[in-house]
Nanobody
Framework: VQLQASGGGLVQPGGSLRLSCAASRRTVSSSAMGWFRQAPGNEREFVAAISWNDGSPVYVDSVKGRFTIARDNTKNTVYLQMSSLRSEDTAVYYC????????????????WGQGTLVTVSS
């Protein structure tokens, strides 16, 4: 399984950005998918995940109400819509996949994608 993340960039505080993660085969429809991030000097942290069956999302408290995770099984792609961005959201964002959403929330995914840098700055 290969995961290709894209969509990062420079955005001003309060702005929005949408990240995409394309999987190499029909991973999205059969796997829990998630996003993690790693800020400079910090450990990688869980951000959001979505289950493979009913699409139920899970978020870290710091992004609730601002970020939305969604998937498109027809495109084998998962998205992270980020709004009301803050400077503390600056990080390299990674997508990940696993057989169960619990493994993602426990930061134990089976597959990692490469990162995409999000910089929130004026």
């Amino acid at each position: 399984v290969q995961l290709q993340a894209s969509g990062g960039g420079l955005v001003q505080p309060g702005g929005s950005l949408r990240l995409s993660c394309a999987a190499s085969r029909r991973t999205v429809s059969s796997s829990a998918m998630g996003w993690f991030r790693q800020a400079p000097g910090n450990e990688r942290e869980f951000v959001a995940a979505i289950s493979w069956n009913d699409g139920s999302p899970v978020y870290v408290d710091s992004v609730k109400g601002r970020f939305t995770i969604a998937r498109d099984n027809t495109k084998n792609t998962v998205y992270l819509q980020m709004s009301s961005l803050r400077s503390e959201d600056t990080a390299v964002y990674y997508c990940a996949a696993s057989i169960a959403i619990g493994l993602l929330t426990a930061s134990r995914p089976s597959y990692w994608g490469q990162g995409t840098l999000v910089t929130v700055s004026s």
